[in-house]
């Protein structure tokens, strides 16, 4: 079964940095979207930033300036690296992949990790 586990959430100073990781299951190659979602208290859930596998990205507009998402496809990894942090960024944030290599065929599936939180205090 196809896991990504998210790591690196926590509680940081408004104007402080944090680092999330998310690593996909080993046994899966060349997956064609990897991104980050999150979803602050009592709102939906929004996308914050996606990287697809030929290397072009979206950020959301409340983010671009201060979040980059890099990936590492040799180990089937994504980054959010999160600067200028704002009471604002509060959420839980989600791991997302969608379209991966198993063997020798190709999934459109989706997974979803499990979130990390992430709070700014002010």
């Known amino acids: 079964q196809v896991q990504v586990v998210e790591s690196g959430g926590g509680l940081v100073q408004a104007g402080g940095s944090l680092r999330l990781s998310c690593a996909a299951s080993?046994?899966?190659?060349?997956?064609?979207?990897m991104a980050w979602y999150r979803q602050p208290p009592g709102k939906q859930r929004e996308l914050v930033a996606r990287?697809?596998?030929?290397?072009?990205?979206d950020y959301a507009d409340s983010v671009k300036g201060r979040f980059t998402i890099s990936r590492d496809d040799a180990k089937n990894t994504v980054y959010l690296q999160m600067n200028s942090l704002g009471p604002e960024d509060t959420a839980v944030y989600y791991c997302?992949?969608?379209?991966?290599?198993?063997?020798?065929?190709?999934?459109?599936?989706?997974?979803w990790g499990q979130g990390t939180q992430v709070t700014v205090s002010s």
């Open positions: 990287k697809f596998w030929g290397g072009s990205t």
């Open positions: 080993e046994s899966i190659s060349h997956i064609n979207t």
């Open positions: 997302y992949i969608n379209g991966y290599t198993s063997g020798d065929h190709f999934y459109p599936n989706t997974v």
